[in-house]
């Protein structure tokens, strides 16, 4: 050992801790000064303001709400704004026997046992003994002065002006902005307590749910004194609220009322998008609802009669709404044959009015029975022909053609800012072993070639297709804020582009949709008469009830609400789209007859100016040929 | 000689029987009077914080029992007899807390407690309280002292391995408690000042860097929080601001028992357990609060005097950091309340209402006791 034996040195070691002791019990004597002082600080010199706080029946910390958010269309008109409204409240605290103070507001507003049962509820649901809650909302002039008068009677009961949501706009928004309602018991438990503690209302659907964190703003609050009776005496501190943001909204008000009128009363959804940068201009269900009816708590009776209607006005069809897409598809389908090289554009296949598989008897049907003869990509598309397509999804097989749909957003959520979008549904092998046990028949994909089968898509969706057609692959999701508080959305999940081995098929498939509207044989010619610009479009049928082989589709044997649903697509201008429209018409029967029209309409009323004349911003460019074909 | 000899043994013999009853079962007779005055103010406030909760008071009362009990079992165990148990206390406890842990995530919750049904159920970071500082104690004794840099990284260790399992649990007051106690024995071990001042000296440019470079906005926020409750008044400065104006508005002299208005009409929350401190403050007034530092002195007082006089150096260390450590609890219980330190919850030892933590603290009055009372040699003065 190099080390020196240590010895330990007891004497020593008693020393340092008998040190160490004596500066322990300094601190200690020390920190008890300071703990000593602090009291004294609070207790002597601070006793009078302290003592004045708790005689005067207490310090309340009282949560200031923040103010909403106003929702904007894009030109500045006014959507969703806060109105002042006088509403009633009670703190149970100051109230005393409050179930004896809610018979007594019963008597005095003449209400019913119903109505007290609610209070009730809404009193259970309070916080803090302290905290008002409001028991009856938008109360009238009279009302407000039989409280006043009977006040003596009301004990913690006070009438408090606070601001509402308000929808200007009424029904015409209630699927895009949706509306908000007054916080629930379970929304409750979710909620950030202090955040919301002076809130009463949180978005419930579209808009307003989706933007709730930026559109609620952060709480404020004072510290006030009251007296005994509850009157604010003084307010000792105040913080304010940050109010919420503004949010401009990418819809236009003329284009959603110039397409509700398109519809004219029938029941669809209409959706139109700015294909360049993914913007809703319009946004249409009808029929819809005046979302100012659940601002205030909606009557049981007034909402029944809205959820039980046979036209179900609060189902949003273009984001919830799933259908067949029909041939609607077809162009989609187009690109997946083109890209993959099962066809070129020149092949060409012969249609006798119906396709059969080798080995099979059934029949799959051209919906012209007669049959096109000769048809290649460009007149099947024109002509909407079935044949072809057929036997283009059986030489793509089920695999290739769920991939490319997918990518063409069937069966996902397309959407950046929409609440409880639905994703629709794209079949594939895997999805029917998963959901049915069965294998999947070749059958099965012929049909998915027209957009009929297990396909489902929302008009949304559809619409996002064919702005993907519009925009050469290029992916900007939907979207209906066009800022908050100045700042566009971000979208944190983009999806890839679609990038062709051949970019020369987007405009082949977009020629053969220009055919559609403009060619003498185009089936939706009609709809392009008088038109001050080119039209690339395609219509669809979506088939109700299921018609049996050999049975011809009647509609004099179908009751109306079994006939088939309307749908068409299209964007304008075709070399240069500024829109794309997607109109769903239920059991409008014709896509071509009756959904091109209301396309056409909405198309107009975007592009066209008052005169009727294309707008200076969407005329084509003349230094812009070369980029046509 | 020899009749001397048997001549002084005998007086010895005389001394110890004059003794006294109570050192010969090796209770500390000025200790346990303290400690009996604080559990009767203890109840009286209680009674009064609880809103005259009988059912709650007689919980309380038991729970004296059984610290009680217990600190007079753990009086007759010898130190030395201690000393030799600790290292193997401590691998149990930590072992313990590595299945509170384990258990703890998979519950996917978290949780202090080991519990047996029907057998025991107890938390191990309460039983680290007094195995902490022993374990310490029996390392630093067996050193010269001051101890060496080597010594002092062992001894870290040793108390940061405990220390991160409870803050694990998570339970931030507990692990800092903890911690503290080891730190003590370091302490009065004499750890070396300029150690101490350079420790203290490089936190606050960690903490700086750590602020402006690591820390993101939200983390920010919930520091400021924490040190400044009072910036969320709708969150914990709720408390505060309450707590404060129950203690403010009792004045020198205080509303008088049963008369506080703050406690009594549910303004102060919390305020039969950590926030106990404020009824009192309310209803007995500076007086009162300062009749109870008094007594706590005392108590702080007679446990230095323990370890000044503590015949082993593992006596000295383990009663020295057991009494600074319980000074801790007092002195940051008092400062949340009224105001000064941020809100941990820390219970105002042995008057808020809670059994475990009383049952713990008695047990580690009974480490003293038995440190005082086993000394060889003792003479009456």
Redesign the interface.
């Given at each position: 050992m190099s080390q020196p034996i240590r010895l330990k040195d007891h004497e020593k070691d008693a020393r340092l801790v008998r040190n160490r002791v004596v500066v322990g019990a300094s601190a200690v004597m020390l920190l008890v000064c300071v703990l000593i002082a602090r009291l004294y600080y609070l207790q002597v010199i601070q006793y009078d303001y302290h003592s004045t706080l708790s005689e005067n029946n207490r310090v309340h910390v009282q949560p200031i709400p923040p103010t909403r958010g106003l929702i904007f269309d894009r030109n500045g008109v006014i959507i969703a704004d806060n109105r002042p409204s006088f509403s009633l409240s009670m703190t149970r605290e100051r109230a005393g026997d409050w179930q004896q103070v809610l018979d007594a507001i019963v008597e005095v507003l003449e209400l019913t046992e119903d109505d007290r049962a609610l209070f009730e509820k809404r009193m259970r649901q309070g916080r803090r003994p302290f905290e008002p809650v409001p028991i009856l909302f938008e109360l009238t002039e009279e009302q407000i002065a039989r409280v006043a008068v009977n006040q003596f009677r009301l004990p913690g009961v006070e009438v408090v002006a606070q601001l509402v949501r308000h929808y200007p706009q009424g029904a015409h928004f209630a699927h895009s902005v949706g509306y908000v309602g007054r916080i629930n018991e379970k929304e409750l438990k979710t909620l950030d307590p202090v955040n919301y503690s002076g809130t009463h209302h949180i978005g419930k659907t579209g808009i307003e749910r989706f933007y709730e964190p930026q559109l609620h703003g952060q709480v404020g609050y004072e510290e006030v004194e009251t007296n005994a009776r509850g009157r604010v005496l003084r307010v000792l501190k105040r913080t304010d609220p940050k109010p919420g943001q503004d949010i401009v909204l990418s819809l236009d008000i003329k284009l959603q009322e110039a397409a509700e009128a398109a519809l004219a009363g029938r029941r669809g959804a209409i959706v139109a998008l700015d294909p360049r940068t993914g913007e809703v201009l319009a946004m249409v269900s009808q029929p819809s609802f005046d979302p100012n009816l659940f601002v205030t708590g909606i009557s049981f009776k007034a909402y029944a009669e809205l959820r039980d209607s046979i036209d179900r006005p609060l189902f949003n069809r273009v984001l919830r709404g799933l259908y067949p897409p029909g041939s609607t598809i077809k162009p989609a389908v187009a690109i997946a044959g083109l890209d993959s090289g099962v066809v070129m554009a020149a092949s060409r296949v012969f249609d006798p009015g119906y396709y059969q598989l080798p080995n099979y008897d059934h029949k799959y049907r051209n919906w012209n029975r007669s049959g096109d003869g000769w048809v290649d990509l460009d007149t099947a598309i024109m002509r909407s022909n079935d044949t072809y397509f057929y036997d283009l999804a059986h030489k793509m097989g089920i695999d290739r053609l769920a991939s490319y749909l997918n990518r063409f957003g069937i069966g996902r959520r397309v959407s950046l800012d929409m609440f409880e979008e639905s994703a629709g549904l794209m079949p594939s092998r895997e999805w029917k072993r998963a959901t049915r046990r069965q294998a999947w028949f070749p059958g099965e994909t012929l049909i998915l070639g027209i957009g009929q089968g297990y396909m489902q898509a929302t008009p949304l969706q559809l619409a996002q297709a064919t702005a993907l057609i519009a925009n050469k692959g290029k992916w900007n999701r939907p979207h209906l804020a066009k800022t908050i508080e100045g700042q566009p959305p971000v979208d944190d999940d983009p999806m890839p582009d679609i990038v062709l081995r051949d970019k020369s098929d987007w405009a082949k498939v977009t020629h053969g949709m220009e055919q559609v509207m403009h060619n003498a044989r185009g089936t939706a010619r009609k709809a392009s008469i008088g038109a001050q610009y080119r039209i690339a479009g395609k219509s669809g049928t979506a088939q109700v009830v299921a018609i049996k082989q050999g049975e011809k589709y009647d509609r004099n044997k179908l009751q109306e609400r079994h006939r088939d649903h309307a749908l068409f697509v299209g964007f304008a201008p075709a070399d240069d789209p500024r829109i794309v429209v997607s109109v769903m018409v239920e059991n409008g029967e014709s896509g071509s007859g009756v959904a091109a029209p209301v396309v056409r309409q909405v198309m107009d009323a975007w592009l066209l100016d008052e005169q009727g004349h294309l707008k200076a911003e969407y005329a084509p460019a003349t230094v812009a040929q070369e980029t046509a074909p | 000689m020899k009749n001397n000899f048997d001549r002084m043994l005998s007086s010895e013999d005389v001394m110890r029987r004059r003794a006294s009853f109570l050192q010969r079962i090796h209770i500390d007779g000025p200790l346990l009077i303290i400690l009996l005055t604080l559990a009767a103010g203890s109840l009286f406030v209680l009674y009064s914080a609880s809103g005259k909760n009988w059912d709650l008071l007689l919980k309380q009362a038991s729970s004296f029992g059984l610290g009680l009990a217990s600190m007079f079992v753990i009086a007759q165990l010898e130190p030395r007899f201690m000393a030799r148990w600790v290292p193997l206390a401590y691998l149990v406890g930590v072992l313990l807390l590595v299945v509170v842990d384990v258990m703890g995530h998979n519950a996917m919750g978290a949780t202090r407690w080991i519990n047996i049904p029907g057998v025991i159920r107890f938390q191990p970071s309460e039983f680290m309280k007094i195995i902490m500082p022993a374990t310490i104690a029996w390392y630093l004794a067996k050193r010269?002292?001051?101890p060496h840099l080597k010594h002092v990284m062992i001894s870290l260790v040793l108390i940061g391995v405990p220390f991160i399992l409870i803050v694990r649990q998570p339970d931030l007051g507990t692990a800092l408690l903890i911690l503290a106690s080891g730190a003590f024995v370091l302490?009065?071990?004499?750890l070396r000042w300029r150690w101490i001042l350079s420790v203290v000296a490089a936190a606050v440019p960690v903490a700086v860097a750590m602020w402006f470079f690591v820390m993101h906005d939200y983390q920010k926020q919930r520091v400021l929080t924490f040190l400044d409750p009072e910036s969320?008044?709708?969150?914990t400065g709720?408390n505060i601001?309450?707590s404060?104006?129950?203690?403010?508005?009792?004045?020198?002299f205080g509303k008088g028992w049963l008369l506080g208005?703050?406690s009594h009409?549910?303004?102060l929350p919390e305020s039969h357990t950590d926030f106990i401190i404020a009824v009192l403050?309310e209803e007995f007034?500076?007086v009162g609060?300062?009749a109870l530092?008094l007594i706590y002195?005392l108590l702080?007082?007679r446990g230095?005097m323990i370890?000044?006089q503590a015949q082993t150096?593992f006596g000295?260390?383990l009663a020295?950091s057991l009494?600074?450590t319980f000074?801790v609890y007092v002195?940051v219980n008092?400062?949340m309340v009224?105001?000064?330190l941020p809100v941990v919850g820390v219970p105002l030892p042995f008057i808020s209402y809670g059994g475990t933590s009383l049952v713990t603290l008695l047990s580690a009055f009974g480490v003293l006791m038995s440190i005082h009372t086993h000394r060889k040699w003792i003479a009456q003065v």
């Open positions: - | 010269t002292l001051p302490f009065m071990g004499g969320d008044p709708l969150g709720w601001i309450q404060k104006a129950a203690i403010g508005s009792g004045g020198v208005t703050q009409l549910d303004f403050g007034g500076l609060i300062c530092l002195l702080i007082g230095l370890t000044a150096l000295k260390l020295g009494t600074m000074f002195f008092i400062g009224s105001g000064l």
